[in-house]
Each structure stands twice: as structure tokens, then as C-alpha cells.
């Protein structure tokens, strides 16, 4: 049997090799050089305590966990919105703690700049994706979406750095999609209802709202529009976090907020969303009718 001090030493080791990456990946999600810091030395406190005998690729590993961590720290930072009077200038990379290899690919505090506007999920998945070639399939439960729902937030992510932003056209293609989703499950259309739904949509809900009635998860078009046939009498067409959503308003209160995810002209995915504290971290502006 291998002794564990030695199991020890070589992951410290193969953690030290990996430092500059990791902070490299730490930096573009966080702009901040002290984040950085703390976010790099929470990951070798986590990873210390696992057992990464069985892990094949302990580069990627490692980079899933100091992305979820920095995940974690932006919506921290979102949630106790602490909002500066001016667009927040990232720190500069200290290049003399940077590898070669990382300084070739220093990001520019422009783009750094432009990443601080976006979502944190957004930018989580264009980091990983973008700048560090992470595919979905694994970008995915780090932001606790679909594979599609993940694509879609690197291409919003992508259109803002890129200074093009969504297209008029997709926005009020998507509103149309909402209303009539809402229309039909008030009027209890269950045929109105599948004509939005793509028969694989999936509608997933946490547990404060499963505490409110609802499946923790729903699969199909057929389910799925059962499951809000004769609903949404409070529901709203809203943005939720920039993204078009539905907002569940009543007694003066958001109570949940829904987030859809399209695929051309049907809704695809479905999360939600009712934990107070989630909500009190999300932005949701209703929009009129």
C-alpha cells in the first residue's frame, strides 16, 4: 500500500505544477489578484481532503473545483451588492507570479472589464469554454444546467464580449414564446401549451418550490404542460438576471422566479427557482404587458 504521506506530498506537488493555471482560470473569473489568492488556496484545502487516486485528468479536476469556488465568490460578491459608484476596474495581472506560458496569454484589463458586466454563470461558462477549451458536458453541473442551457450562456457571454448584443429579433421572438406559454397555461390550453414546448423540455424546480407543489423534475412536453395547465395566474413575463423569464408575483412579493431556455421557436428547459436567498441574489425586472 502506498504510505499516505507520500500520496500527500505528490499531490502537493502536482498542485504546485498546476498553481499558475489555476490561478490563471481564478483571475479571468474573478478580476481580483486577493480573491485569486483566497480562491487557489480554498481549492488546495478541498482538494487536500479527497482521495484523487482515481482521478484520470487531475488538471481538469482541479480546474472544475477552483471554478466552482469562484463561482461561489461571485454571487457572494453579487448577493451583498456592494455596488462601487463607477464600473469596477480589475486589478492588474502581477506578471513576476506569472508563468511564461500565462503571461504569452494575460488577458487585457479591457476584456476583464467587460467580463465584470456579465452574469456569474455567464462567465463562468465563457471562461471555462473560451479561454480554457472546458467542454460543456462538464461546464454544465458546475452551473447546475443543461448541456444546451450551458451553450446558450457562452454565446450570451460570448455576444457581449464581442460588443454585439442580443438581436432585437431573438428578444421579441422569445417574448412572444413566454406570452403565449403564459396565456395558455391560465386558459388551461393544453394543445397552446405543446405548441411551445419542445417535446424533450425539461422543467426542473428546487425545493422551496417543490415545497409549493410542484415535481422536483418534470420530463416531456406532455408532462411538462399538465403540470401548468390552468396556472401562471400570477405569473409575469419578466428578465430574470438579463435572460427572459417569468416572475411569480403575489402578496407583493416575488415568490418564484422561472428560468427558460429556447431552442428556436419552443422552451427547452425550465428551472424554478423559489429559495429566498436565491431570489434576493437574482435581478428579475417584470416587464409589461
Known amino acids: 500500500m502506498t504510505p499516505k504521506n507520500f500520496d500527500d506530498n505528490f499531490l502537493a506537488r502536482q498542485f504546485e505544477a498546476n498553481r499558475d493555471h ?40 482541479l480546474t472544475t473545483v477552483v ?9 457572494a460578491r453579487k448577493s451583498r451588492r456592494e455596488d462601487p459608484l463607477g464600473p469596477q476596474v480589475p486589478e492588474p495581472v502581477d506578471e513576476a507570479r506569472e508563468s511564461e506560458a500565462e503571461m504569452a496569454d494575460s488577458v487585457g484589463t479591457a476584456l476583464l472589464v467587460v467580463l465584470e458586466t456579465l452574469q456569474p454563470a455567464e462567465r463562468l461558462a465563457f471562461v471555462l469554454h473560451d479561454m480554457f477549451a472546458v467542454p460543456f458536458e462538464e461546464i454544465a453541473p458546475i452551473v447546475g444546467r443543461s448541456v444546451e442551457a450551458s451553450r446558450q450562456l457562452a454565446s450570451r457571454a460570448r455576444r457581449r464580449v ?37 417535446p424533450d423540455v425539461v422543467m426542473r424546480a428546487d425545493q422551496a418550490a417543490v415545497r409549493l407543489g410542484t415535481l422536483a423534475e418534470i420530463r416531456g412536453a406532455d408532462a411538462v404542460a399538465q403540470a401548468f ?25 416575488l415568490r418564484i422566479a422561472l428560468r427558460v431556455t429556447f431552442r428556436g421557436d419552443r422552451i427547452v428547459e425550465l428551472e424554478a427557482v423559489a429559495d429566498a436567498e436565491r431570489l434576493g441574489a437574482f435581478e428579475v425586472d417584470v416587464l409589461e404587458r
Open 229 to 253: 395547465k390552468g396556472r401562471a395566474q400570477a405569473a409575469r413575463p419578466a428578465l430574470v438576471n438579463g435572460e427572459l423569464g417569468v416572475a411569480v408575483i403575489f402578496g407583493g412579493r
Open 162 to 198: 464581442q460588443g454585439a448584443p442580443q438581436p432585437q429579433a431573438d428578444f421579441s421572438r422569445e417574448r412572444r414564446i413566454v406570452d403565449a406559454f403564459l396565456a395558455a397555461s391560465r386558459e388551461g390550453d393544453f394543445e397552446g401549451l405543446l405548441a411551445v414546448l419542445d
Open 67 to 75: 471554478a466552482r469556488i469562484c463561482l461561489d465568490m461571485l454571487r
Open 22 to 61: 489555476l490561478r490563471g482560470v481564478a483571475y479571468r473569473m474573478l478580476g481580483s489578484r486577493g480573491e485569486v489568492d483566497d480562491a487557489v488556496q480554498e481549492t488546495w484545502l478541498r482538494v487536500s481532503r479527497y482521495d484523487t487516486s482515481e482521478i484520470a485528468n487531475l488538471r481538469g479536476w
